[in-house]
């Protein structure tokens, strides 16, 4: 597993983890890219803890992920099953776990202050820290070059989602942009750093 995991993490993060691994009895799964979760963690009918990331995540967000899904193990395993997933709990056992990562020996400089932010109150998922989201992107080996982000677009252009399907972005709310679906005239909120394909005339 440690020669597995030197692909996918920061050299110097590849022990530790695979202590933490070993530790909680995890079984990981390394698995093809899916548009919607980075990673997931369910306890098996046979009492074992598996944990999916995506292959395609780069060595940062994969890090991050991963330690991510341990924290809800590790949060189940020391407040019960009856907590909220992203809950208190987890929030301060994701920062637990994280914290001795979060040196510059594993992660950019440039990443540093904005991982330090974010696990101050970590999110439910990175991907909703527009900061972070976009800098972690930044370090893509296989990004499609296509893509282009939400707050990129032009006011009014028509993008399409992995989906299939179009929308026509809108003013910014707050944080977030008001886009409306082509086909039902339905109002949505997009994260500023939501990946989409731009329409061109």
Not at 53 to 73: C, D, G, P, Q, W
Not at 121 to 139: E, H, Q, R, V
Not at 144 to 162: A, C, H, I, M
Not at 175 to 196: D, H, M, S, W
């Amino acid at each position: 597993m440690s020669d597995v995991l030197q692909k996918y993490l920061p050299e110097r993060a590849v022990e530790p983890c695979f202590d933490l691994i070993r530790t909680h009895g995890v079984n990981l799964k390394i698995v093809d890219h899916r548009v919607t979760r980075h990673g997931d963690y369910r306890r098996l009918s046979n009492g074992l803890h598996q944990i999916t990331v995506n292959a395609s995540l780069n060595k940062y967000r994969f890090l991050i992920t991963l330690i991510h899904e341990i924290a809800h193990l590790v949060a189940f395993e020391e407040f019960g099953k009856r907590i909220k997933p992203h809950g208190l709990e987890w929030k301060r056992t994701f920062q637990r776990l994280m914290v001795p990562f979060i040196r510059p020996e594993i992660f950019p400089s440039k990443l540093l202050p904005l991982i330090a932010k974010h696990f101050r109150n970590p999110k439910a998922s990175s991907s909703t820290d527009a900061n972070l989201s976009i800098a972690l992107k930044a370090y893509d080996t296989t990004q499609q070059k296509d893509n282009s982000y939400v707050f990129e677009l032009p006011l009014g252009s028509t993008f399409r989602l992995y989906n299939g399907k179009l929308f026509k972005k809108g003013k910014k709310r707050v944080k977030r942009y008001e886009c409306i679906e082509l086909a039902t005239g339905r109002l949505y909120l997009f994260q500023p750093n939501a990946e989409v394909e731009l329409i061109r005339d």
